[in-house]
């Protein structure tokens, strides 16, 4: 079975500008996920779908972040305006029945 | 509220040593409970899961937890560090209460002398 896919798994962003991360969740996997991971922070939740329903918006994140399921095998996470705040690294995962997580290899935002 | 510790932000063995690494939950029932492990630059991986069963759960390399219900804390074991073991190591817990959302812990960071 192929795992989680993420990508880019690098991008440069100058401040202000748009950009969109994408991820492929494991095939039947119903639960997705966004984590941003920094060293400070940790792991924080960004977004928590369930069958492409949304769960859960990561409150203080709803700015700015706009995570969607555009299928049950695809979404993106739309970081708008970026600030250099959002320099991290954004996980995705998805999990199936069993609720085990399995991540993406995540992508690592530095924002200018 | 429903939460995880991981009270250790970062532990010190050495190679052939034993390792405990410590994770406490607060909740009043019983959550389902797993440890990841990241390397550098990657994605976390499972090393072992708990559900309700026996409190003593066996993962991937040599790795082993056991859950206890009066102390709220599942605790990961291994009984010989290797070098290859370096890395960040997360608690994690889902709540049957709370939609099953993920709760992890801040992470220790396992550091290997030879």
């Known amino acids: 079975d192929a795992g989680v896919t993420q990508t880019p798994r690098h991008e440069v962003a100058e401040k202000g500008q748009t950009i969109i991360l994408k991820c492929e969740p494991v095939s039947g996997h119903n639960d997705l996920f966004w984590y941003r991971q920094t060293k400070i922070q940790g792991l924080e939740l960004l977004s928590y779908?369930?069958?492409?329903?949304?769960?859960?918006d990561g409150g203080a994140f709803k700015d700015r972040f706009k995570a969607e399921m555009l299928n049950s095998s695809f979404s993106t996470l739309k970081i708008q305006p970026t600030e250099p705040k959002d320099s991290a690294v954004y996980l995705c995962?998805?999990?199936?029945?069993?609720?085990?997580?399995?991540f993406g290899p995540g992508t690592r935002l530095t924002v200018l | 509220a429903q939460s995880v510790t991981q009270p250790d932000a970062r532990v010190t063995v050495s190679e052939g040593a034993s390792l405990q690494l410590r994770c406490k939950y607060s909740?009043?029932?019983?959550?389902?409970l797993f440890w990841y492990v990241q390397y550098p630059r990657q994605g976390l991986q499972l090393l072992l899961k708990y559900y309700p069963g026996d409190p003593v759960v066996q993962g991937v390399n040599g790795f082993e937890a056991e859950f206890s219900k009066s102390n709220s804390s599942f605790h990961l074991r291994k009984a010989s560090v290797h070098w290859s073991d370096w890395a960040v190591y997360f608690c994690?817990?889902?709540?049957?209460?709370?939609?099953?959302?993920?709760?992890f812990g801040k992470g220790t960071s396992l550091v290997v002398h030879p």
């Open positions: 995962a998805s999990r199936g029945t069993d609720y085990e997580q399995y």
């Open positions: 909740y009043f029932g019983t959550p389902y």
């Open positions: 779908f369930r069958s492409k329903s949304l769960m859960e």
């Open positions: 994690a817990a889902s709540f049957p209460g709370g939609n099953y959302k993920p709760t």
